[in-house]
């Protein structure tokens, strides 16, 4: 797992950016989520440009990301817009706080890709604790396809820690199945974009 401070500072020196809701979440919404209502969490918001999306959409939005700082800025942003969401500092690989079968919708973009096999499973099995059946698990990671895939030290299998101690693990499809069995997959699809950057973006219904 990432040290807390690397994304502290990384929020602090990106002040006033990434405040756009992204290009997944948009995806998500008008293929997946468009005719229906409920509970998201959103992990790793970070400054929250996608949980509020989803809030003005009608969804019931509960972002987590563990630092204080992404959240302090996505509070802001709430407080400009006088809307109000939870947006908890919290470490997702901690147990979380909710009911079981208490999210209709989890998502998370650009969060899931800082842990090893092990924390990612045991991260996972509570993801699916705190979903109803049926719900929808969506993310996106980077792939091994990806044009970073190899530099740095070798973490573990696909996961690697670049010099200046950014920690990514990258997924293949095969990872993506291993990792799902308690969810039938909707979509394991590569997205490569002209930089060479490859991401696997994935939507999971759980049984
Ligand atoms: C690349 S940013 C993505 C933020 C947001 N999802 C987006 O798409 O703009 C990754 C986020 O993951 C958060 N993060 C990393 N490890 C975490 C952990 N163990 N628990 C909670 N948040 C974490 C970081 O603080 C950061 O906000």
Partial sequence: MLDKQ??????????????????????CYYNFMKDK???????????????????????????????????????????RYDIFLTALVKDITEPMQFEADSFNFVYSRAGLYYFTDEELKKTLSEV??????????????????????GKGKELEKDMYEDESGYVRHYFSKDYV??????????????RNIPNGSAYLEVVAEKK
Avoid: P
């Fill in 177 to 190: 199945e291993e990792l799902l069995k308690d969810f039938h997959i909707v979509i394991n699809e590569e």
């Fill in 37 to 79: 209502k409920g509970k998201l969490l959103d992990l790793c918001c970070g400054k929250g440009a996608d949980s509020i999306f989803f809030h003005n959409k009608g969804f019931i939005v509960t972002g987590m990301d563990y630092s204080s700082e992404g959240i302090k800025q996505f509070n802001e942003t709430q407080k």
């Fill in 6 to 27: 690397f994304w502290e500072t990384k929020h602090k020196e990106s002040y006033g950016r990434y405040h756009k809701v992204t290009e997944f979440a948009r995806f």
């Fill in 128 to 149: 699916s604790r705190v979903m109803k059946s049926e719900g929808l698990l969506m993310f996106q990671v980077k792939s091994v396809n990806d044009k970073d895939y």
